[in-house]
């Protein structure tokens, strides 16, 4: 009896240790942002973030369709998901803060610090919302190396501006963003590359 007591309560020291440290090192976490970036630098992506040009209502909904309440649930609700389920989706508000220069490890443009794109991504969400990540993300975001944004990837694919794709093109510029090699784009080989 006093053997079950004993790991009982080891147990619960561990929970609450556990908890602590989680707790500290979160809070830690958001609060050193001013170790990688300034305060000017900080405003100035913002700004950038929160101006970004909307994206059709169409898109949100699909994107949403794809990757169910993402724009409605921040950073730590979405953490706090992946613990319990396999696929853990990166918020808007994370994607924007992998892509921005940012949270690159000591410059080098092919690493991305993680400690950096987590601790931008919840001052981003501070300041902004899920869409307006989303939005930025989209100019951005480097589909390929010579495609950047969504509006390169419309002219590129379907020759189209944004607001004038169908929901199965807008299909595959989520997929696209998600896994580059196997999204289905239309067949250009009769057009020949100009």
Not at 139 to 162: M, P, R, S, T
């Amino acid at each position: 009896m006093n053997y079950k007591k004993g790991v009982l309560k080891a147990i619960i020291w561990i929970f609450i240790i556990g908890v602590a440290v989680s707790f500290f090192g979160y809070y830690y976490l958001k609060n050193t942002w001013d170790d990688f970036v300034t305060e000017k630098e900080l405003t100035e992506f913002v700004t950038k973030v929160k101006f970004a040009k909307e994206l059709p209502d169409r898109f949100y909904q699909l994107y949403e369709k794809e990757n169910p309440n993402i724009l409605s649930y921040g950073l730590n609700r979405q953490i706090f998901s992946g613990l319990f389920s396999s696929d853990f989706m990166k918020s808007p508000s994370l994607l924007a803060a992998m892509i921005s220069d940012i949270s690159r490890k000591d410059t080098d443009s092919t690493k991305i610090s993680n400690r950096k794109a987590y601790t931008l991504a919840w001052k981003l969400e501070e300041e902004t919302t899920q869409k307006e990540c989303l939005n930025w993300v989209l100019e951005n975001y480097k589909f390929d190396l010579y495609i950047h944004g969504i509006n390169e990837v419309a002219n590129f694919y379907f020759k189209k501006e944004v607001s004038e794709l169908s929901d199965r093109e807008l299909n595959d510029i989520i997929a696209l963003m998600k896994k580059p090699s196997i999204v289905s784009v239309p067949d250009r080989t009769d057009e020949g590359m100009r």
